[in-house]
């Protein structure tokens, strides 16, 4: 039931997995897929697979009512929310209105409520627990963050064509890549090939 250990393993439709932390829970749903050029990275095909997501680490909300298809429409909605509001925020833009309007929305539904167990040293979700609970669980993260002491570290990769999103929590505050050991060692040998061939 820890919100507060993120990252996932994401796939690439092309080939190759790599380990991407984005710093919050809510970021880390923003890239479970998307619409448009992102339709390729959907991972929310069915409505058991928000079930499946919502009940990995680590949210650990195991649902006591199966996902419904209204429900799975209105994760969507609000997993774009984040990634625009989140791609605004690290541009420097206004929050576009129709995000902000879907954070609230979602944010003011009930949350999860963590419950402590009789001999006190763990805690699970009260029951019930339903997908609404989970996603504005989430909705608030983002707002929390939005609003927060973090709203300014919120970035978009530097590499110039990857748009993944992501809170730098670092101390530095120094983090440029969504994980060095992709956009970042590729920057890296970009720059090594560059210096050499400028050498020669």
């Given at each position: 039931?820890?919100?507060?250990?993120?990252?996932?393993?994401?796939?690439?439709?092309?080939?190759?997995?790599?380990?991407?932390?984005?710093?919050?829970?809510?970021?880390?749903?923003?890239?479970?897929?998307?619409?448009?050029?992102?339709?390729?990275?959907?991972?929310?095909?069915?409505?058991?697979?928000?079930?499946?997501?919502?009940?990995?680490?680590?949210?650990?909300?195991?649902?006591?009512?199966?996902?419904?298809?209204?429900?799975?429409?209105?994760?969507?909605?609000?997993?774009?929310?984040?990634?625009?509001?989140?791609?605004?925020?690290?541009?420097?833009?206004?929050?576009?209105?129709?995000?902000?309007?879907?954070?609230?929305?979602?944010?003011?539904?009930?949350?999860?409520v963590p419950e402590l167990a009789a001999d006190g040293t763990a805690t699970a979700w009260a029951p019930p627990v339903r997908a609404a609970q989970a996603l504005s669980t989430m909705a608030r993260e983002m707002i929390e963050l939005l609003s927060g002491p973090l709203a300014g570290r919120i970035r978009e990769c530097a590499s110039d064509n990857c748009p993944l999103v992501f809170v730098d929590s670092s101390r530095p505050g120094a983090r440029r890549w969504c994980a060095m050991e992709r956009c970042g060692n590729r920057h890296k040998l970009r720059a090594l090939r560059a210096r050499r061939a400028t050498d020669s």
């Open positions: 039931m820890r919100t507060n250990a993120t990252g996932r393993v994401l796939h690439d439709p092309k080939g190759g997995s790599f380990r991407f932390d984005a710093g919050a829970l809510c970021l880390d749903f923003a890239h479970t897929g998307g619409e448009g050029r992102y339709a390729v990275f959907e991972s929310l095909h069915e409505p058991a697979d928000l079930g499946a997501w919502l009940a990995q680490p680590p949210l650990t909300a195991v649902l006591t009512e199966p996902v419904t298809a209204r429900g799975l429409a209105a994760a969507k909605a609000l997993r774009q929310a984040i990634w625009d509001a989140a791609h605004a925020r690290a541009a420097g833009r206004p929050l576009p209105a129709e995000a902000v309007a879907a954070l609230n929305e979602a944010g003011a539904a009930a949350p999860l």
